[in-house]
């Protein structure tokens, strides 16, 4: 039996952070899943600059593009498109900020790292980002 490959979205995202450490989540209208903010990239943005408009979009935070600092890339399952990988660029928004939904966002909420995860994040949190910030916080 021959398998279809999944289609595969390419996202960017951003680790913002607060006065408290804790990690912005978002959850976007229409779904159930939090995760960073962040999107598709427009034709022709890179993914910094994909990531540094959907910030500003998104939660009212501007940073940008040169000063988002890298974080990773992965692939993961998508929260909330069955059977899709999601194809992400991960940065950093260096400072410490607030935050307010704003454009397709729900709600947001800020998840304290130190504290049990919820059930209700995307898997490249779970599986990718979280981990990778909890080695680096033991290496601090």
Do not use: Y
């Not at 804790?22 to 034709?43: C, I, N, Q, S, Y």
């Not at 935070?61 to 909330?80: H, K, R, Y």
């Not at 994040?121 to 033991?138: I, M, N, S, W």
């Amino acid at each position: 039996m021959h398998r279809a490959t999944n289609p595969r979205i390419v996202v960017s995202a951003v680790c913002v952070f607060d006065d408290a450490g804790r990690l912005l989540t978002v959850r976007k209208r229409g779904t159930d899943k939090f995760m960073h903010p962040g999107g598709k990239p427009e034709a022709g943005e890179t993914a910094a600059q994909a990531a540094s408009r959907e910030l500003e979009e998104e939660v009212g935070i501007v940073v940008a593009p040169q000063d988002l600092e890298p974080f990773g890339s992965w692939l993961a399952e998508a929260a909330n498109e069955a059977a899709t990988q999601i194809e992400a660029t991960v940065f950093t928004a260096p400072g410490r900020w607030t935050a307010h939904p704003s454009a397709e966002i729900a709600e947001i909420r800020w998840l304290d790292l130190g504290a049990a995860l919820p059930q209700d994040l995307a898997p490249l949190l779970t599986d990718h980002v979280l981990p990778l910030l909890a080695a680096r916080a033991k290496q601090a």
